[in-house]
């Protein structure tokens, strides 16, 4: 176990994680040049198109130091964007120490605190890592005194290197070595292993990543999951070497997989304790903290057939991804579906993106919205995250919403466009600081709801890719909110109906209307498109109608003989109008929730 060392590492994101992992693994011959790809344990197409780590990955590192002594490195490479820090929770449970990286050009960022906050509370060891040194803007006495000042940590334990170049790389493994303690735990207890990931492989049942904190296990031993009580059969246990590698057994301290045909799916619960059936632990380990969805919406079949896939998609994404949370659900105009619960609005993308790829699902999304609170006449309280469920307006006392502490670090010629557009955002009790000459760090309280639709997309596009955010929610505070519901033919269409903010929803409104109107195929009779608050119709753009040229075959001739074919024309139209009804293809919908010209 002596020769075993955890180690994580975490970052804000684009500080050169995944580069850094990609070096490691080539220092240690993991892979040779010939198979070797860049990102190589960004395994999903999503996470190579985006360039960015969306599940933490883990690979065992055979490395020898200069006595010829043989280690074992359990790196675990995590996700550097806020919406997935649950992830970064979960590889830090595993581990003893981190690596704490830092762009050299950037300095220290929001994530960078939000992650050595987590580590710490886990008390890791924390190595602190400037990257980019290669740079031209890199600015490495700087970042020592940032580390200083704003992480508390010691700027001459810091080590240098270039993850793109491959400089530095040795010191970082020699200071793993020397500085991660190696895992605690006792290879003769019973058996206890955490399970921090799961995926679903369609030959082999669900495969399970655990760290063994005591005890072994090995193959053909009975195992138990703590929460469940379920027994399985051990088929195979592992390390992961990029690919899946067989081993005898597991012991105390390592990180790898059990394959025990395990499958239902339903079974494997992240955060459970494994134990043997035969000489079971007494109490589970301390299992990971439920996380609270911030931004909701709801998912239906485009198909209403396809309604079980969808609901045997979800079990399986559940396992690799233990954030989402969901629940069955109903709508007038899509059926049967689910209302989904999500830790950001790059969360919900990414959601519906591998749904689509991955599981082969045909889905249509609805509006993102928050979890907003209603007070009655009568003293309840009711939360309502679907615009379905808003209570009668004439019962309602006061409403309230969420609101999060933003805090926005940028460059400081742009403090007035980033001012200007928080205040746009209904943000209030601003703060200005400057952690470093030429970077501001500016605090805003803003409602969540202004800032889930395309608040991070502005943010970069009027920094030009300088700023960077983060945030945590702080409190419910009191606002006027109403429900604007979408007509199409003067009829409700329940899944574009949205709670928005009184003085925004005229805006909201008319934005929605022209989306739709550009949508929405034209037919033989005119479409209205009404936004409505209640019974009062506040915006409305209009489809005007085919129209067949039924003049053509009066030449000449009294003006009345047209007049009378129009008129007939116009009667046949409205006739159809009352009984026309109108497809709403699954593009409006997706074009609904754009609020910029995408």
Request: charged letters at 30%; proline letters at 5%; a negative charge.
């Amino acid at each position: 176990m002596k020769h075993i060392r955890n180690f994580s590492i975490i970052a804000h994101i684009d500080h050169g994680k995944s580069t850094l992992a990609d070096r490691l693994i080539q220092y240690t011959h993991l892979v040779e040049d010939r198979q070797f790809r860049d990102q190589i344990l960004d395994n999903m197409d999503i996470e190579r198109e985006r360039g960015i780590t969306i599940k933490s990955q883990t690979v065992d590192l055979p490395y020898v130091d200069g006595k010829g002594v043989e280690y074992d490195l359990n790196l675990i490479d995590t996700p550097g964007h806020v919406d997935f820090s649950y992830e970064v929770s979960r590889a830090l449970a595993s581990c003893e120490g981190v690596l704490l990286l830092i762009d050299a050009a950037q300095g220290v960022e929001a994530q960078t605190l939000g992650n050595l906050y987590a580590a710490l509370e886990h008390n890791l060891v924390i190595i602190p890592v400037i990257n980019k040194i290669d740079l031209p803007v890199a600015d490495v006495e700087r970042v020592r005194n940032e580390i200083d000042d704003e992480l508390g940590l010691d700027p001459d334990t810091a080590i240098l290197c270039s993850a793109k170049e491959g400089t530095g790389v040795e010191d970082i493994l020699k200071a793993i070595v020397e500085r991660v303690p190696p895992p605690e735990g006792d290879a003769d207890k019973p058996l206890t292993a955490l399970i921090f990931d799961a995926h679903y492989d369609s030959f082999r049942g669900t495969i399970v990543s655990c760290r063994v904190f005591d005890g072994t296990v090995r193959q053909g031993d009975t195992i138990r999951l703590m929460s469940q009580g379920t027994t399985y059969r051990v088929e195979e246990v592992g390390v992961f070497r990029l690919g899946r590698e067989p081993q005898k057994e597991l012991t105390a301290g390592m990180v790898g997989y059990i394959i025990a045909g395990i499958k239902t799916v339903s079974d494997t619960r992240i955060g459970d304790t494994i134990t043997l059936d035969t000489h079971p632990s007494p109490e589970p380990l301390p299992g990971f903290k439920d996380v609270k969805p911030v931004v909701f919406s709801s998912i239906y079949p485009i198909a209403s057939d396809d309604y079980p896939s969808l609901l045997e998609a979800l079990e399986k994404y559940k396992l690799n991804d233990a954030s989402l949370v969901y629940q069955k659900d109903s709508s007038a105009a899509l059926g049967q579906g689910f209302r989904c619960g999500y830790l950001g609005l790059l969360h919900l993308e990414i959601v519906q993106e591998r749904l689509e790829r991955e599981f082969d699902q045909s889905i249509i999304m609805t509006a993102p919205s928050v979890q907003y609170r209603f007070y009655l006449d009568d003293g309840t309280r009711v939360d309502v995250d679907n615009p379905l469920y808003y209570p009668d307006p004439g019962t309602i006392k006061s409403s309230e919403e969420p609101y999060i502490r933003a805090s926005i670090l940028i460059p400081e010629r742009y403090v007035g466009v980033v001012m200007k557009l928080c205040m746009e955002r209904r943000g209030v009790n601003s703060h200005l600081s400057y952690p470093t000459p030429g970077r501001v760090e500016i605090t805003f309280d803003l409602p969540l709801a202004e800032v889930i639709f395309d608040f991070y997309d502005r943010l970069k596009s009027i920094t030009q890719g300088y700023g960077s955010f983060d945030y945590e929610l702080i409190d419910y505070r009191e606002s006027n909110l109403v429900k604007l519901d979408i007509l199409v033919n003067g009829e409700k269409v329940d899944a574009l109906s949205i709670l928005v903010h009184r003085d925004n929803a005229r805006d909201r409104a008319v934005k929605v209307c022209d989306r739709l109107k550009d949508e929405i195929p034209r037919q033989q009779f005119k479409i209205a498109i009404q936004g409505a608050i209640g019974g009062k119709i506040i915006s409305r753009s209009t489809i005007s109608a085919y129209r067949k040229d039924v003049t053509a075959k009066c030449y000449g001739g009294d003006i009345t003989r047209k007049r009378k074919l129009l008129e007939k024309q116009k009667k046949g139209k409205k006739r159809m109008r009352i009984v026309g009804n109108v497809e709403i293809p699954q593009s409006a919908f997706l074009a609904a929730l754009k609020t910029d010209d995408e």
